[in-house]
Each structure stands twice: as C-alpha cells, then as structure tokens.
C-alpha cells in the first residue's frame, strides 16, 4: 500500500514489523511480500525521498552528505590512534537508505572473504550461496562494443546476474586522459585486468555502476524494490516513523523471549508514542549504528551498559555493539598540467559545465553517468614483494599481542586468525585503490583552487584488525550511539595503509602517468618516511562507510549476538512458531 497514514499503522498487526527501510529493509520486505498472505509492514525514520534528483543523479553522490533530509551524519567519539580526532559516517536516511547516498559502485569480495564467515559457526553462508543471492539481484547491462573499444571496458558476463532488480552498467565514460595510463602504468609492472565478480579479484579493472541503462539515474533499493511494489495490498511502508523500543511478550516462565511488536515516535511529533504489533517476527534493518542501539534501548545487550543507561535488562548478550570494524580510506592528490585538457571532476564547479552535464544526462551520457570506477583489487603481497614476508610476521606478532588481551572474545580470536590467513593469501584482495580523476575528498591544504585540475588516487584499508563498539549513551531513542570504532588500535592497520601510499607514489613515477602530474599536493614531498606518512594518514583518514560487526553472527557463546538465521540468540522466536 502507498502512502500509508498513521492510521493504517497505529496499533495495527502484521505479520513481518521491518524496522528500517534502506538496503536491506526494503530488499526484504519486496521479498517477503512476494507471498499475498503473509502482511509487512515496514517503518522508516526519514521521508519517501522518491523521485529526488539529489539521488537519482549519480553525479550528485556526495553532495547529499550532511543534509539532515538524507544523511544521519553520526560522528565517532574522538579517535585516540587518529590524532584525537572525530570521524564522520555518513548514512542514508529515508527509503532506499544508505543505497540512496552511496557511490553506486557494484563490487563483490574474495570468496574467501565469505567462506570466512561459514567457518566462523554459520553452515551455509559460503561463496556458492553468496554469489547465488548476488546474481539473483543484478541485472547487468553490457557495455557497447564502442564503449568498449574507447574505454577498455572488460569483463566477464558470465560472473553477473542477468535478471535481477538492481540494474548495473558500465558509466557512460571514464578518462581516457587519466584512467586509461592507471591501468597501464599498473600493467607495466605486471598487473592485469581482473574479473572481479567471481571470486578471485586480484587486478585492476573498472566496476559497472548501479545506474538504470534506460533513466540513466540510480538504481537503489527504492525504486528496484519498493516503487514496483508499492501497490501490493499486503505491503505497508511507513515513513517519518522513528523506532524506539522493541516489544516483548511476558516471559515469566523463563522461555526465550518473544518479540511483539515496536514502539516508535513520529518524526514531526515526537512526543507521540506509538506501537504496531508482528504476529511472526520483527526485523531489525536500521544498519550496523541503529540496530545494536535498539536492541539496547529493548534491554538486550551487555549488563554494564543497560545498567549505565537504566534500561531493565531483559536478556544478557554481551556481543551486542560490540566487534565494530570499518574500513578507513585515503587518498594521494596530484595537480595536472592546466595546459592539457583533461575531463575531471573539478570542472563539476563550474556552473555552466556542471548544468550541461543534467542535459546530457537525459541520453545517458555526462558526468551523471559516470563514477568513481577505475578499481584495483591487490593482495598485499603485490604492493610490497620485497618485505611481505617481513610484514606477515609482524602482524603475526600484533595480533598475538591483540589476542593476548583479556578483552578478545572467542569469536574475535577466530576472526583475526582468519584475516591473518587472508592476509598472506595471494588470492585474497587486501588493497584497494580507486583512482579518481578529480580532487582528493581528504586533503590537508583546504578546498581545491578553482579552474585547477587534479588526479587523486584513494586507498582503502580492507580487513581491519581493530576492533571497537557502538552503544547507547542514553535511553533517548533519539540521540546517537556512541560510536567508537577504535580505529588503528592494532598498528599493522597503519602499516598496511603506508604501504599502499608509497605503492601509488610507485605507480605515478611510471609513464604515462609520471608526464601527467606536476606535483604532489598530499602527503606531499616534506613527507617520505613511514613515520612522517603514518602521520599524514592519520590526520586524512576517513570512514570508507562500510561499518560492520556490531550484530554478529557468531555462536552465542563465542559473543555473538544472532545465529545464522538471523535470529537474535534466545530472543525473536517466531510467535507462533513456523
Ligand atoms: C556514503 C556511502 C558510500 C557507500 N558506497 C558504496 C558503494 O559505492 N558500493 C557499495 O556496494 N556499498 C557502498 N556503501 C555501503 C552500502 O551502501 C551499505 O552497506 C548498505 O546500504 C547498508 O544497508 P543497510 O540496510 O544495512 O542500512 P541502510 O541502507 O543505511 O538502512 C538503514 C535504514 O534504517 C533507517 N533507520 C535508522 N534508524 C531508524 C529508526 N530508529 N527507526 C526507523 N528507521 C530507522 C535509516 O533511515 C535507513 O533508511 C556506501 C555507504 C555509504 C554510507
């Protein structure tokens, strides 16, 4: 049903409560709702957003962060191995969510990455089953046979899925001025083209983005599983609703708990409480910062917490907020030669370009249809061959030293075994760059000069071995969690960070890049040892927004919090059970 009203909500009963309509809210409740019998309702804290240009045009990614109309724009604690500072994580607000603000970039792990998770206690959650559900969802559009002449477009179509409502395509263009001689420059050292969606990305290679081929806007949760849904009589989506508190059933003789239904106050009231009932099951979806939240405020977390916010507790899971993980990112800025015309994202400022760009949109062409796509996936052993058996020793040695540590649950000693492992898997990506022709977001010299043109080369930091947490700093369902990711606690973070800045310096000092650049802006030459560039990361990191782990699935008595059906430990056992 479109455009519920309160009225359709309040105290009314469902079968299915989804709380939170982002990415995998509103994936689920389309999947659920396929079954005319069983009714959904799903509750979202932000507005529709639907139909807005500021998300449909891909050349807006970014442009929405910090707006309050799409962006929660939480803020990490003060970072104690990040000079002290707060680290922004910016997260989508509204129906699509975070699918709605992101950068639209279609990727795939290792499949080691995935098997991973089966051999953590959960039978069944491996690459096979993994890339059944990726196919499932994506329906790619090959590129034209001129595109791919121009671009160097390559790939494989048998590693995508051809049927499925998220519509993925290669951007109308990249620069062949400056994306072309990155993957030259990588292949002159003897990296190769990767086929990075079947398993074993290990190259450079440019990712489809989620873009309709036929709108050329976004593709996203909202319009590949909500808007061709929104007349199904048994799917009820509600916006402007902000969740609070989990309901449970009397549990006086000591069974599991049942969940019951939700609280959640109205985002333009919020002094109205409300509540809606679930005759089966409610579903967390609010992302990795509001679902350990949540369960908080419903008194299931850890005692010391519910304790210091004067929640009753209901079930003890110390594993709740816990394992936080997120990868970091920087980034290497270069200035180009003015007197070489380049097709870069600085031009984007200028007015008279950047309103062009919306008319070429419309056929599918311009920088709205084009991304952040040039992709190198590494294992680490390709960024420095010479010390890498040094450096596996020494983050043997850190995280023995991690282990060591009363803190590390069972669950976390097992995870960080296991990325030790991937780590020195030559099959195993743990590097990845994108280079960017245009500004770096990250830079210590303030706002790009206007008219310049830049290349900016990010790396991203995969598999980090810091943990943090996120828990709730009060019982008010509207303040943010304290989120504190800890990053860089385990140092061989850092190193592995250094690392791939000296590797991208490597990578400019070859033709045809090295003609390319002028100089370098970040870290810039008055910073070359590790030293001096681990300080320079650490004054640029930001979030890569891929904050994870804070409900894991992990045996119970390995600190985890659901089990690998999804079911919170001792808790949401389906009412009436099926
Ligand atoms: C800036 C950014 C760039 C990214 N780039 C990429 C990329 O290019 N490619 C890629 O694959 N991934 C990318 N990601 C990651 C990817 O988008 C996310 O992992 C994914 O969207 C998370 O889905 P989710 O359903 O867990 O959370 P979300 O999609 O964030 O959904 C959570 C929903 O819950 C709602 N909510 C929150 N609190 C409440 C409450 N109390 N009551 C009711 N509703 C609530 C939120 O408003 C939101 O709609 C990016 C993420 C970000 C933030």
Not at 42 to 48: C, H, I, N, R, S
Request: glycine fraction near 8%; charged fraction near 20%; aromatic fraction near 8%.
């Amino acid at each position: 049903m479109a455009n519920a009203v309160l009225s359709d909500v309040t105290n009314k009963t469902f079968d299915y409560i989804v709380v939170g309509g982002g990415t995998a809210g509103l994936t689920l409740a389309a999947a659920l709702s396929e079954d005319p019998s069983i009714s959904v309702v799903v509750l979202e804290a932000g507005e529709p957003n639907l139909d807005d240009p500021n998300i449909l045009l891909l050349g807006q990614a970014g442009l929405t962060f910090g707006d309050p109309k799409y962006d929660w724009d939480y803020k990490t604690l003060p970072q104690q191995y990040s000079s002290g500072r707060s680290i922004t994580w910016n997260r989508g607000k509204g129906l699509g969510g975070s699918s709605g603000l992101n950068f639209c970039n279609w990727t795939l792990p290792s499949a080691q990455d995935i098997d991973a998770i089966e051999k953590l206690g959960n039978p069944g959650w491996n690459w096979k089953g993994f890339q059944k559900y990726a196919y499932r969802i994506e329906k790619f559009q090959e590129p034209t046979q001129g595109k791919v002449a121009k671009y160097l477009y390559n790939f494989n179509k048998d590693s995508h899925g051809q049927s499925g409502a998220i519509q993925t395509t290669f951007p109308a263009g990249i620069s062949v001025t400056l994306e072309i001689p990155f993957m030259q420059a990588m292949n002159s050292i003897g990296i190769t083209f990767t086929d990075a969606y079947g398993g074993k990305p290990s190259g450079y290679f440019a990712c489809p983005l989620t873009k309709d081929p036929d709108s050329h806007q976004r593709s996203y949760a909202a319009n590949a599983y909500y808007i061709p849904n929104q007349n199904r009589q048994n799917l009820t989506v509600f916006t402007g609703a902000h969740v609070s508190k989990v309901l449970f059933a009397d549990n006086a003789s000591g069974e599991d708990l049942v969940a019951t239904g939700v609280k959640f106050l109205l985002a333009n009231d919020t002094s109205s409480r409300q509540v809606v009932h679930a005759k089966k099951e409610v579903v967390l979806c609010a992302g990795t910062i509001v679902s350990p939240q949540l369960l908080e405020l419903s008194g299931i977390g850890r005692k010391e917490v519910l304790e210091a916010i004067g929640v009753e507790m209901k079930l003890e899971l110390p594993g709740v907020g816990e394992n936080v993980q997120d990868h970091q990112l920087t980034n290497v800025n270069y200035p180009l030669d003015d007197q070489v015309a380049h097709e870069t994202w600085d031009q984007m400022r200028d007015p008279v370009f950047a309103a062009e760009q919306r008319r070429l949109q419309i056929n599918g062409e311009g920088f709205h249809c084009w991304g952040n796509v040039s992709l190198a996936f590494l294992p680490f052993s390709t960024v420095n061959p010479e010390e890498s058996h040094e450096f596996f020793n020494k983050a043997k040695i850190s995280v023995e030293k991690q282990l060591a540590s009363s803190s590390v649950s069972p669950g976390l000693a097992e995870q960080l075994e296991l990325q030790l492992q991937l780590l020195r898997n030559p099959q195993v990506s743990n590097i990845e760059l994108i280079c960017l022709p245009g500004p770096g977001y990250y830079t210590l010299q303030g706002p790009p000069e206007a008219g310049k043109q830049h290349l900016g080369v990010f790396t991203f930091l995969e598999h980090p071995f810091s943990r943090g947490s996120i828990h709730c700093k009060n019982k008010d369902p509207l303040q943010p969690p304290n989120i504190d990711p800890r990053i860089f606690e385990n140092d061989t973070n850092l190193d592995i960070m250094v690392e791939q800045v000296k590797f991208v310096r490597k990578l400019i000092n070859i033709e045809p890049l090295k003609s390319l650049v002028k100089r370098e802006i970040d870290p810039g030459p008055q910073r070359q040892s590790d030293e001096e560039i681990r300080e320079y990361i650490k004054l640029t990191h930001g979030s890569a927004w891929h904050a994870c782990g804070s409900c894991s699935m992990i045996p119970r008595e390995k600190n985890g919090v659901v089990d690998p059906n999804l079911k919170v430990h001792k808790l949401f056992r389906l009412k009436p059970p099926h």
